[in-house]
């Protein structure tokens, strides 16, 4: 039988092969890839992940879990949040990306009640129910299964808990959507200049444009065993923020 393929940008490729090209990706972007983000979103970005921080309604003592955390931008809020008496767990799956999340928030003195794991967002290292909270912001898209990461997001979360999901989506105006895509058009030219790579901004273009859209998504959520799942767009739809909750 042929293998089962799976998208990597606008190429299938074979299932096992791409969680090893989306780690090359990383590996080769991860020393500027917080000023990527910067000259990508004009900065936005930060603003979108302070107004996902607040959909989780983490609290003093609570258990968070900061899924494909990359360099930390949402563990870096959260930690304050969650305090001495709290945790939050940065786990990615790129060593790269993780290693380099550590070092920033180690030198902004974010220590303490911060955990590293080098994790598979398809197969969490953690028990049922263990986590209140759940953060997951511009990874979906990259994860292999989307739908096995989403049931083990969802197995992982305590009753009561939040699942906030921050990615990109589908622009509802379609200006905006023609004006958007022009613009990502430029990020693989970008990524040359600043990283000397282009080729690994050509995918974050192409993995934007096949990620599922809003309603999609929002199916997706609910089949996995989310509760009361709801989507919030941001910047016309071109970011949108997904919630879940478990009974």
């Known amino acids: 039988m042929p293998e089962e393929q799976t998208q990597f940008g606008f190429q299938k490729v074979p299932l096992a092969e791409k969680a090893r090209r989306v780690s090359g990706v990383f590996d080769a972007v991860a020393s500027r890839y917080d000023l990527m983000n910067d000259l990508m979103s004009l900065g936005s970005h930060r603003i979108l992940k302070r107004i996902a921080v607040e959909y989780t309604a983490a609290r003093p003592g609570h258990s968070v879990l900061d899924l494909a955390g990359g360099t930390g931008d949402l563990t ?5 949040i969650v305090g001495d008496t709290g945790r939050v767990v940065l786990c990615d799956i790129n060593r790269s990306m993780l290693s380099l999340g550590r070092d920033r928030l180690v030198d902004r003195g ?5 955990q590293y794991v080098q994790g598979d967002a398809e197969k969490l290292p953690y028990p049922d129910e263990a986590f209140n909270a759940i953060t997951i912001s511009f990874g979906l898209r990259n994860v292999t299964d989307k739908d ?3 049931r083990e997001m969802s197995r992982v979360l305590k009753p009561g808990g939040h699942a906030v999901i921050l990615e990109f989506s589908k622009p509802q105006n379609t200006a905006v959507r023609a004006a958007y895509d022009a613009f990502t058009r430029l990020w693989p030219g970008v990524g040359k200049a600043v990283v ?3 080729a690994s901004y050509q995918y974050l273009v192409e993995s934007i444009q096949v990620h599922p859209g809003q309603v999609e998504l ?4 609910q089949a996995a065993g989310f509760d009361h799942c709801n989507y919030y767009n941001l910047l016309s739809g071109i970011v949108a923020i997904h919630t879940g909750s478990k009974s």
């Not at 974010?110 to 911060?114: K, S």
Request: aromatic share 0%; hydrophobic share 55%; charged share 10%.
């Open 110 to 114: 974010i220590v303490g009640n911060v």
């Open 218 to 221: 929002e199916n997706m959520m």
């Open 76 to 80: 870096a809020l959260l930690s304050p």
């Open 148 to 150: 096995a990461a989403l």
């Open 196 to 198: 000397g790579d282009s």
